[in-house]
């Protein structure tokens, strides 16, 4: 995803404390439901269905789906829709969006209950030389935690989306009805900010389908590499943009890199950037600045400051600073008061600048523009078109509106209840199977959950799946296939556990 | 040279306006001296020697001495000397300084009057895939302006050298004394902001043979493409450098590139250098801001605005702001005004930015570290020395004590008197050339003067020379040898100035 838990620094920022008793083996708990022998049954078939499942997500990562590149846009669509089709799925097909097409098909098992599940069907691009191995083989290798598979995708998110799969097929093949209905609907373009995802709701039956859902999740690996959790009931938004400044637009400065003894007669597109730039925020960056950027900021409530002091208590604030390389937080804030900002602040951070020349050494010019790369977090009760609007007006009034504002993709922050049957069957799956979690209040990062959380729906949503992998956006990412820690789950056990938690969709009160 | 007027954006800003009659065939004004006999034999032996002149201009661009890549150090310094040997410079050796070796040489005419040549024997890097022929291959081609030589250093600086080069030549064919003795200084790390140039003066011989020098030129084309000329009484001293701001060295912030949703917790080294950047300057970065950089700048006397008010009136406004692609001056200044501040005010310039992501689109990154490469222009009476100090103190007064400042090359200011016999001279062979030229009190552009003008020799020094080229630093750089303009000289008119130049060096009042 475009970042969120799948960051291997969110993961290892989330990690609990200590946790105790083995995961999985007979999934405890569950002893106490009348399910038993159905479980078993589809355990069964998890594992003979094993190598498939392995096949299937080396095929799924042999073809990469690069919206950036609008590379494999049809032959990713229909892989999808064969993927879904071959689970189960029925009246698989693509849903136009004005940009690459999302996919989308209902499994009615005849249950009360439906269940929306949210897929990404494309990757983040990559460059095979930074690679161990060719990234679109799905090579399988041993890592320290058990054999796992290296490939574009392996955790973000054919990984675990395969996994959520090989529990449908296990379904079938045990011969077990699904407990709750399904709607799937994969996007292929969340690696560009989703700019399209929410127009499949103009889809009437998209919608309709949709509007049945109890709530949504996206599989994924949510474990930490020593198998604690982190629930996350929400997400902050964000706007990913370039600012572009140019003597072109500004009628100032030169329209191409001029010698830099002129900078005493001629304005620097540069430096208008920088001091464009310098009104965003203030104290060293870390308050954003833009007139009315805090008007819809909601506060912490009491029940959310609660969830991070029980976060700071059970997660280990020099775990978090050794894994990041950070020595202080902000304003050398105490490690609870560090996550009360990391879940309630809104940031303008630079991700990029470019400007005039970047090699080695020096050049002696005055460059003609200077590009700023940014991304914006949001939090409720912001907007993504609000806080665009806002961007550009506090750029004009500033006398910086010649300043270009090229919003590449965004959303808004999402937002899931505490209380609603995604959040509480999560949690009954991790405690049934002995995974130590938090609750959280909102990730730092970002999912566009907006298109469900918020209208038309207005569902809950969140992010779900036991197991781990990492490298998410980066060389050598990969997935543990076969665990050898047993409190963390591998792809068998990861697919266990979205049968558990279809069974407490069903039967959660 | 690093910038000043081998650069084609300062070329044709100092275009001057319509000039007249025709140039320097038979070098109309000469007539009235006594010498005319001896310059006409000089003359053809100028021409006798134009094939083995540019066969030796070929041979030295085939060989790059390039000081950033240590290239050719040692054979660079040797061909050099060899060039002056041949030429008929005795003593010819290098001289340590620390770095790329000088090369000395002395040619004693028993003439009164002794002058001194400062020459460069390094090249700027070069790319060969941007080249239109084999940089190192000096090939001939045919330019709008006439027959010309393309390659690395072909007008920066190897070609005019070698038309110096080739004017004592035809002395020595035409069996003529020169009218002054030659001190030669050839450096071979100017390309690197002349680091070690100045250590050239712990040489007693050297030392001594500079202090009889009565002034110093470099060689150049000198002209415009339409012929005209600019003397600068000087040139602005400069400070090169990058600030590299990093977590490691900030203690804040993290130590390597971390996901951007991170943000909220934890500092960002490109705000902390985007804010140390911002109090550099004020005025959109128009006027710097660091403490005391005014406490030692000279404001113009009287002359040198007449000086350059006489320029504004001979140059062309519209033609300066084409051929820059500037559309205003700073404060939309009127051109004489733009021309004051050009020459007077020292700058702060960003010629780079560089941090985080720097591809086509975004990544969600809170970067370890940014760089800001700056080059900072001195006027008289600031020193490198006391500007570098400035610069440190205003950093570590404000907070930003951990931004590195690395710099990389630079020099002080240089002045020479209008009234010095450099100057009236070159005065002279423009006026007998019909040449039109400005003065001008100042070149925004650098170059290593302060080594002659400064302590311990205290010399006059400029550039001069008839002659057209362009390309210094760029691909495809080449000089005129054959003009088809009556009004440009050609490398065998560019040696004959030279001829003209020493004549009047020995004969001037």
Known sequence: MTDSVASTDRRNLLKGAAASAALLAPAAGLAQTGR?????????????????????LREWIALPTIAAEQRNVQEGAALMARLATDAGFSGVRTVPTGGVPAVFGVLDAGARRTVGIYFMYDVKQFDPAEWASPPLEGQLFDHQLGRAIRGRGATNQKGPETAFLAALHAFRAANKRLPVNLVLLAEGEEEIGSPNFINTMRDPEVLAAMRRVDGVIIPSNGQTPNGNANIALGAKGIIELELVASGERWGRGPRRDIHSSLKAQVDSPVWHLVEALKTLTRDHGNTPAIDGWFERVRPLTERERSLIAEAARTRSEDEAKRSLGVQRWIDDLPWRESLERLASQPTVNIEGLVAGYTGPGGKTILPARGVAKLDLRLVPNMTRADSEAKLRAHLQSRGFGDIEVNVSGGYDPTETAEDSRVIRAQQAVFTRSNVTYSLFPRNAG???????????LNKPAGQFGLGYGSGAHAPDEFMILESTNPRVAGFREAAMGYVDFLYEMATIR
Chains 1, 2 share one sequence.
């Open 446 to 456: 970002s999912w566009p959950g907006f298109v469900f959380t918020g209208p038309p």
């Open 36 to 56: 038993d022998s159905d479980r078993e049954a589809i355990r069964r078939a998890v594992d003979a269905g094993y190598e498939d499942s392995v096949r299937r």
